[in-house]
């Protein structure tokens, strides 16, 4: 969805963007294409991996640091205000295929799924300390499992044996409870509230999204793209009322309190998207622009 998310940001030759995602860096390559020697682009990712992808130009710095501290990093650089902010959720292509991150139900790796790697809290350790109502909260409220209490007493069951150590091993445990038909769709489940839980994703989203709106100009666009309803709900959210409740506040005469003014429709993949991208097929785009 590169070509969307460009025209989101109604980019300006001379402005200032932020890439709070930036992974292998090609959002921000064809970003810096429509810059001027004016223009600045700030790079954020928590993943050490994507310091390789790193962009040798003067009108580029790299942030190592999670999105959630854009107002810090911005403030460190003296920028009072951004003209635009993408953000493209969720897991990159490089941190799927990398067995060894424990992200994907296709190849075996330890159990991580660690985004920052110098974080303690790890896949392997929520599969064996956390306890059984603690992990049954974790695959109904952030994999949106309707049998994860058995799945989380199956999962405490076979631990007090040995311990769950990689990704198949998981598998291997859950699968007796999984109808065939739909086994990649749950194991998919279950490893998103994993995930989730692993790194707070919800919670450092909503941190994202209140310090994206105060650092946008007027006029700065703000352009969000999701994988999954958890994220979605709260961009759709925030875009319509300001806040994660969906109740939209007014002031004493009635006007409405939403700094946010939502641009164009949801925007999902092109056939031809997905083809050359599966993973693409659960995108959602949306603009906001402040007002």
Known sequence: ML???????????????VDVTFGGGGHSRALLDR????GRLFGFDQDPDALKNKIEDSRFAFIAANFSHLSQYLKFYKINGVDGILADFGV?????DTSERGFSIRTEGRLDMRMN??????AYTLINEYDEAALSDVFFNYGELRNAKILARNIVLARSEKPIVTTQDLITVVRPLVPERIENKILAQLFQAIRIE????????QTFLLQAVDALNPGGRLVCIS?????????????????????????????????????????VPTEQ????????????????EKK
């Open 117 to 122: 790697q110098t974080q303690e809290l790890d």
């Open 198 to 205: 692993v790194n707070n994703e919800l919670e450092v989203l």
């Open 35 to 38: 810059l001027d020697e004016n």
């Open 3 to 17: 070509q969307s998310s460009l025209e989101g940001l109604n980019i300006k030759p001379d402005g200032v963007y």
């Open 227 to 267: 994988y999954h309803s958890l994220e979605d709900r709260l961009v759709k959210r925030f875009f319509q009322s300001g806040n994660f409740n969906g109740e939209l506040k007014k002031d004493f005469y009635g006007n409405p309190l939403v700094q946010l003014e939502r641009i164009g429709k949801l925007i």
């Open 273 to 288: 998207e997905i083809k050359e991208n599966g993973r693409a097929r659960s995108a959602k785009l949306r603009i906001a």
């Open 92 to 96: 990159s292509s490089h941190q799927f």
